[in-house]
């Protein structure tokens, strides 16, 4: 079998990992794209062994970049999620934990020069449209990685990544509620169907006959949670305007409960949708702090009250907390949300040349 290289950096951006390519170097037609994100990956295997995906949909999450033709936008990034065991690549949704290494990403490929000291990034996710500054710690004019900031289900500390995102309503949709209601009743079942950075279905873990508080393990081992989360999952799929949902990631799901540790706002178990996330996607915290500020949605009661805008909303998840710096105008009844921005971190792990059968490149 011939094999045809195709350059790429492997990042890890924020608790994802995942190769980063140049839109250039791989095929414009999105079949063709998908059957070569898939060798890449080495999807359709329990430990993708044909490939370098993980194991997991962490793991298996792809990245290609390229310069924007917008005035205002420095980078489009495209996003893909490949499935681990499924020959499958969905490329509806964006990632938030990815978008944390394409500052870096895209400087260390040249696509934008780096400053010294730090350097702005603005980055429009081509598959929702939402566009997002990056802030890059380039002391130097050069990429750093070293830094004092930890955070949660990542080892060490490494240089801050900061993200502000700047029009994360309606990403999918249009529309912060796109049911035209705070909360639905499916299946017996009460749900907040919300789009804020990532379309999701969230409900109370109590609902489910959860505490909330389950282990990773002990949620994917739960299969009959699973069947019954994703019968609600289609039908509010269909209710937000997505249409049949049954081989798309989107929207997710949350599951959430009281806050356990002082000062938190929230606890939630995070869903892509057929797995439990490890920690807690980025786009996800967003949407699940969102939810638990507006009134009516299924977080009344459940988070702690907010005191008033802006305000660091504090989420609980299997690893430790994320923090979600929110900006809002509520007025009884009246909610409107206006921005998102957290810290993470992002690390260049390898770089080189990922090779796949050279037919599929070939057409």
């Given at each position: 079998m011939?094999?045809a290289?195709?350059?790429?950096?492997?990042?890890r951006?924020?608790?994802?990992r995942?190769?980063y390519?140049?839109?250039?170097?791989?095929?414009?037609?999105?079949d063709?794209?998908?059957?070569?994100?898939?060798?890449v990956?080495?999807?359709?295997?329990?430990?993708n062994?044909?490939?370098?995906?993980?194991?997991?949909?962490?793991?298996t999450?792809v990245?290609?970049?390229?310069?924007?033709?917008?005035?205002?936008?420095?980078?489009?990034?495209?996003?893909?999620?490949?499935?681990?065991?499924?020959?499958?690549?969905?490329?509806a949704?964006?990632c938030?934990?990815?978008?944390?290494g394409?500052?870096p990403?895209?400087?260390?490929?040249?696509?934008?020069?780096?400053q010294?000291?730090?350097t702005?990034?603005?980055?429009?996710?081509?598959n929702?449209g939402?566009?997002?500054?990056?802030?890059?710690?380039?002391?130097g004019?050069r990429?750093?990685?070293?830094?004092?900031?930890?955070?949660?289900g990542?080892?060490g500390?490494?240089?801050p990544?900061?993200?502000?995102?700047?029009?994360?309503?309606?990403s999918?949709?249009?529309?912060m509620f796109?049911?035209?209601?705070?909360?639905?009743?499916?299946?017996?079942i009460?749900v907040s169907?919300?789009?804020?950075?990532?379309?999701?279905?969230i409900?109370?873990?109590?609902?489910?006959?959860?505490?909330?508080?389950?282990?990773?393990?002990e949620?994917?081992?739960d299969?009959?949670?699973?069947?019954?989360?994703?019968?609600?999952?289609?039908e509010?799929?269909?209710?937000m305007?997505?249409g049949?949902?049954?081989?798309?990631?989107?929207?997710?799901i949350?599951?959430?409960?009281?806050?356990r540790?002082?000062g938190?706002?929230?606890?939630a178990?995070?869903?892509m949708?057929?797995?439990?996330?490890?920690?807690?996607?980025?786009t996800?915290?967003?949407?699940?702090?969102?939810?638990?500020?507006?009134?009516?949605?299924?977080?009344?009661g459940?988070?702690a009250?907010?005191?008033?805008?802006?305000e660091?909303?504090?989420?609980?998840h299997?690893?430790?907390?994320?923090?979600?710096?929110?900006?809002?105008?509520?007025?009884?009844?009246?909610?409107e949300?206006?921005?998102?921005?957290?810290?993470?971190?992002?690390?260049?792990?390898?770089?080189?040349?990922?090779?796949?059968?050279?037919?599929?490149?070939e057409?």
């Amino acid at each position: 079998m011939t094999q045809a290289a195709i350059p790429y950096l492997f990042l890890r951006g924020g608790t994802s990992r995942g190769p980063y390519f140049r839109r250039s170097d791989l095929p414009a037609d999105l079949d063709q794209l998908a059957e070569v994100l898939m060798a890449v990956v080495g999807a359709g295997h329990p430990l993708n062994i044909d490939g370098i995906g993980g194991g997991n949909a962490v793991t298996t999450k792809v990245v290609m970049l390229s310069r924007s033709e917008e005035a205002d936008v420095d980078v489009d990034y495209f996003f893909a999620q490949v499935s681990v065991t499924e020959r499958l690549v969905d490329f509806a949704p964006t990632c938030g934990n990815m978008l944390v290494g394409v500052g870096p990403a895209a400087i260390e490929m040249g696509l934008v020069p780096a400053q010294d000291g730090e350097t702005p990034v603005r980055i429009r996710a081509v598959n929702t449209g939402a566009l997002v500054e990056a802030v890059v710690q380039t002391p130097g004019g050069r990429v750093t990685y070293a830094g004092e900031v930890e955070i949660a289900g990542v080892p060490g500390t490494a240089a801050p990544v900061a993200l502000n995102f700047l029009d994360v309503v309606g990403s999918r949709t249009g529309v912060m509620f796109p049911t035209g209601q705070r909360t639905d009743a499916i299946g017996g079942i009460a749900v907040s169907c919300v789009d804020v950075a990532m379309p999701m279905m969230i409900a109370r873990a109590a609902d489910f006959g959860l505490t909330g508080y389950e282990t990773q393990a002990e949620l994917d081992a739960d299969k009959d949670l699973f069947a019954r989360m994703e019968a609600v999952r289609l039908e509010a799929g269909k209710l937000m305007g997505l249409g049949d949902v049954t081989k798309s990631v989107v929207p997710k799901i949350g599951l959430i409960a009281p806050p356990r540790a002082e000062g938190a706002h929230l606890t939630a178990r995070y869903f892509m949708p057929w797995e439990t996330h490890p920690s807690l996607a980025v786009t996800g915290s967003q949407c699940l702090a969102a939810c638990a500020i507006a009134p009516g949605t299924v977080a009344e009661g459940v988070a702690a009250p907010v005191a008033g805008s802006p305000e660091m909303i504090r989420i609980e998840h299997p690893m430790g907390e994320m923090e979600v710096l929110v900006t809002f105008t509520r007025d009884g009844d009246a909610f409107e949300f206006h921005s998102a921005g957290v810290v993470r971190t992002a690390r260049l792990i390898a770089r080189g040349e990922v090779m796949v059968p050279a037919q599929l490149l070939e057409g």
